[in-house]
């Protein structure tokens, strides 16, 4: 496995703990960071290491880079994921991935005409845990998996500003934390679903602040999902068969193990060897994948199928953002 020399655009929070996270882990190295702000760049770097530059173009441009990290907000990820395929560079790109679907397939367009590898940042679907609970679903573990309910929220407040609150710019539960449960209900079903429904509460400013959403996918399974940036919500994922269930109480941080209830027996512990760190982890995948392109636990297909998705969710509930052709 290759060891990457890394640059990050947008030293905001996010970003701290992929930098924090690839420190930790032993496939890069931190080189460079972008930022609109030369100080912020700078003060990033005095941390966690590199060359803070007060430009994305100048951190692109840092020799020897070989992957980029996008911690930028939503509504850039497009743009920066085009700049950094030109500039050939591996794109580990922060969820959700765009806007929009119609953005998504324009932009990994660009992606697969320079031929450098993408993945978008969903830290848990790489994870050792995540791929177990899938694989015993396949397995066919609880029988025929007919439901799943799922759950992220947090309670940020309503004095809370910054571009999650702007309707327009994808703020909002469903894309901030509700792409969660929407990514891994999609997982679980192994397909795309045929129904798509949401309804929530949009604020003045135009974003959902707390919401609740329904799939259906072709196989007969349902999941039902609840969203929320103001209330904390319990945060856990449940798969339910005709022969048993599977609770998963973190499955967004997989900080717990598993748990697999089948008819008649004990329920049974589900555990992994894990990551130290899932930030830093995704940074591993995409060394072990460099050359594929892709990697197999976070495709590029699966990118668009979660944005169509959400695509499909928004336009149930009316939630209208930039560029939208709807």
């Given at each position: 496995?290759?060891?990457?020399?890394?640059?990050?655009?947008?030293?905001?929070?996010?970003?701290?703990?992929?930098?924090?996270?690839?420190?930790?882990?032993?496939?890069?190295?931190?080189?460079?960071?972008?930022?609109?702000?030369?100080?912020?760049?700078a003060?990033f770097?005095?941390?966690?290491?590199?060359?803070?530059?007060?430009?994305y173009?100048?951190?692109?441009?840092?020799?020897?880079?070989?992957?980029?990290?996008?911690?930028?907000?939503?509504?850039?990820?497009?743009?920066?994921?085009?700049?950094?395929?030109?500039?050939?560079?591996?794109?580990?790109?922060?969820?959700?991935?765009t806007?929009?679907?119609?953005?998504?397939?324009?932009?990994?367009a660009?992606?697969?005409?320079?031929?450098?590898?993408?993945?978008?940042?969903?830290?848990?679907?790489?994870?050792?845990?995540?791929?177990?609970?899938?694989?015993?679903?396949?397995?066919?573990a609880?029988?025929?998996?007919r439901?799943?309910?799922?759950?992220?929220g947090?309670?940020?407040?309503?004095?809370?500003?910054?571009?999650?609150?702007?309707?327009?710019?994808?703020?909002?539960?469903l894309?901030?934390?509700?792409?969660?449960?929407?990514?891994?209900?999609?997982?679980?079903?192994?397909c795309?679903?045929?129904?798509?429904?949401?309804?929530?509460?949009?604020?003045?400013?135009?974003?959902?602040?707390?919401?609740?959403?329904?799939?259906?996918?072709p196989?007969g399974?349902?999941?039902s999902?609840?969203?929320?940036?103001?209330?904390?919500?319990?945060?856990?994922?449940?798969?339910?068969?005709?022969?048993?269930?599977?609770?998963?109480?973190?499955?967004?941080?997989?900080?717990?193990p598993?748990?697999?209830?089948?008819?008649?027996?004990?329920?049974?512990?589900?555990?992994?060897?894990?990551?130290?760190?899932?930030?830093?982890?995704?940074?591993?995948?995409?060394?072990?994948?460099?050359?594929?392109?892709?990697?197999?636990?976070?495709?590029?297909?699966d990118?668009?199928?979660?944005?169509?998705?959400?695509?499909?969710?928004r336009r149930?509930?009316?939630?209208?953002?930039?560029?939208?052709?709807?």
């Amino acid at each position: 496995m290759t060891k990457l020399n890394w640059a990050i655009l947008g030293p905001g929070s996010i970003s701290r703990k992929f930098a924090a996270g690839l420190r930790a882990c032993d496939s890069g190295n931190l080189v460079a960071v972008g930022s609109r702000d030369a100080e912020r760049a700078a003060t990033f770097c005095n941390e966690f290491g590199g060359t803070g530059y007060g430009s994305y173009a100048e951190a692109l441009a840092h020799p020897g880079v070989d992957a980029v990290y996008i911690g930028l907000p939503h509504h850039v990820h497009a743009e920066a994921t085009v700049w950094c395929a030109q500039a050939g560079k591996a794109v580990l790109c922060e969820k959700p991935f765009t806007l929009n679907a119609e953005e998504a397939r324009g932009a990994l367009a660009e992606v697969e005409r320079c031929g450098v590898f993408f993945m978008e940042a969903w830290m848990y679907r790489s994870h050792p845990l995540t791929l177990r609970v899938a694989e015993l679903v396949r397995e066919g573990a609880i029988g025929t998996p007919r439901m799943v309910e799922a759950s992220f929220g947090f309670q940020a407040g309503r004095e809370w500003t910054n571009f999650r609150t702007v309707g327009e710019l994808g703020g909002g539960a469903l894309m901030d934390v509700g792409s969660y449960p929407v990514s891994f209900s999609r997982l679980i079903a192994g397909c795309e679903p045929e129904r798509a429904e949401y309804v929530c509460e949009i604020t003045a400013a135009g974003y959902d602040a707390v919401g609740a959403g329904l799939l259906e996918f072709p196989s007969g399974l349902r999941a039902s999902f609840q969203t929320a940036i103001h209330l904390d919500l319990r945060n856990q994922a449940v798969v339910c068969g005709d022969e048993g269930r599977i609770e998963v109480p973190s499955p967004w941080f997989c900080g717990e193990p598993a748990v697999l209830h089948r008819r008649g027996r004990e329920p049974e512990p589900v555990r992994v060897e894990g990551p130290a760190d899932l930030w830093g982890h995704q940074a591993t995948v995409v060394a072990q994948y460099l050359d594929q392109r892709e990697s197999p636990t976070m495709s590029k297909a699966d990118t668009l199928g979660n944005m169509a998705t959400l695509d499909a969710l928004r336009r149930s509930a009316g939630l209208r953002f930039r560029g939208d052709a709807w």
